[in-house]
């Protein structure tokens, strides 16, 4: 009887154990989709995605109309949710450098207010593109509907996303760099990215303390521009040689696949690494043969070691290769620096707030101010570096954003 009863004992033992673990599972699962987006995709077919939890039974549903070249997506009042702080809205478009969808706020009442008035990069075709805009909490207290029109080109919209974030206390380092989106773990979009505004580029170069920031070509280029193969070079003279840096830029067109390999000195160093990204990031997109793409601007970057340098003309040629499934997109770089740290004495180091722009120069005196370098980028102040120090590939000219047409492509 004592065993009968013990087992009886165990087994229900086993059984409020597992409910217990079901319970929790359940929980974790609801908590999940608390947060899930609202997508709406339009390429390569049209679908709505279900209404998540925060939104069933809150607003409309997402409406499209294609006849007038915009599509609604509805957004809830934030006084009507717990977990949410504010909401993202993510688009993806092919962008052929005419300026991109237009973004409207329409409040309940029927006040309107532009969110932005291109969502694209004005003169440079990059192709498949996605931007991401934070609605204010201000905006969207009440509630409302964003209106996306890409008038004339509605064709070319891929999907918009509609994402809940929660509100973090978050403490950011730095004065260069304004966080605004924590996208993932790996990547964390500035105030600018997120403000439906241009994106600016960074001209000239300055110094923060021991580090130089040389820019290299601030505006677009062309990697792949016909008849370069593919390569592009960079002349940095350096007076002294750095102890470690750092080659950045920015990459889009870029395939998933294909790389971009750096060599300095003649010395291979390794690929333009991209930063990670989630695969249920928005930005994500899976062709019609189901090969997977990359939406948008994405930041990328390789150490180079002190050894690889020397006083003197430096190159750094940048040179791409193309995975066999690669569709032969162009492929193109912006923001394109040299982070430079050097370990010269000095008295008092330059602080953050002492940071200058270094006009193109000869001179070969230091200051507490200057970067130990001469000249890193003759011409980068104005934009884009001078034509002679592109020994194999000149900058891709940027062509007059071509006349809006009211006839989809």
Known sequence: MKDIRSQSKLLAGSRLAALVILFFAFTSLLR??????????????????????????????????????????????????????????????????????????????????????????????????????????????????????????????????????????????????????????????????????????????????????????????????????????????????????????????LDPESWIEVTVNGESRGILAPSPFALNDPSVVLSTEGHLQLAGWRNASVFIPARLWMTGDNSVVLTLHRAASDTGAPVYLRKVRGDLLFSYMMSTPASPSEKTTNSPSTGDSTSLTESPISTLSNGSVYGNPSPTLFHVATPTPIPNPPATTNSPD
């Open 32 to 253: 999940a989709g608390a947060l899930d987006p609202l997508v709406i995709t339009l390429q390569p077919k049209v679908t709505i995605g279900a209404l998540p939890a925060w939104d069933a039974g809150k607003t409309y549903a997402p409406s499209i109309h294609s006849e007038s070249d915009y599509l609604n997506v509805p957004v809830p009042p934030l006084t009507s949710q717990e977990e949410i702080g504010c909401f993202a809205l993510t688009v993806v478009f092919n962008d052929n450098g005419d300026g991109g969808p237009l973004v409207e706020w329409i409040s309940n009442h029927g006040d309107c207010t532009l969110l932005s008035s291109g969502l694209g990069d004005n003169g440079v075709a990059i192709g498949l593109n996605a931007r991401t805009l934070l609605l204010s909490q201000s905006l969207t207290l009440d509630g409302g509907t964003l209106k996306i029109s890409y008038t004339g080109r509605f064709a070319r919209l891929v999907s918009a996303s509609l994402r809940p974030a929660k509100e973090l206390g978050v403490a950011a380092l730095g004065e260069d760099f304004k966080a605004a989106l924590i996208a993932d773990p790996q990547h964390v979009l500035s105030e600018e990215e997120v403000s439906g505004t241009d994106v600016r580029s960074e001209s000239g170069d300055r110094t923060d303390g021991y580090v130089t920031h040389a820019a290299l070509a601030s505006l677009p280029v062309r990697l792949d521009f016909p008849g370069s193969e593919g390569v592009m070079e960079f002349v940095v003279p350096l007076e002294k040689k750095p102890v470690g840096s750092l080659i950045q830029a920015e990459v889009g067109g």
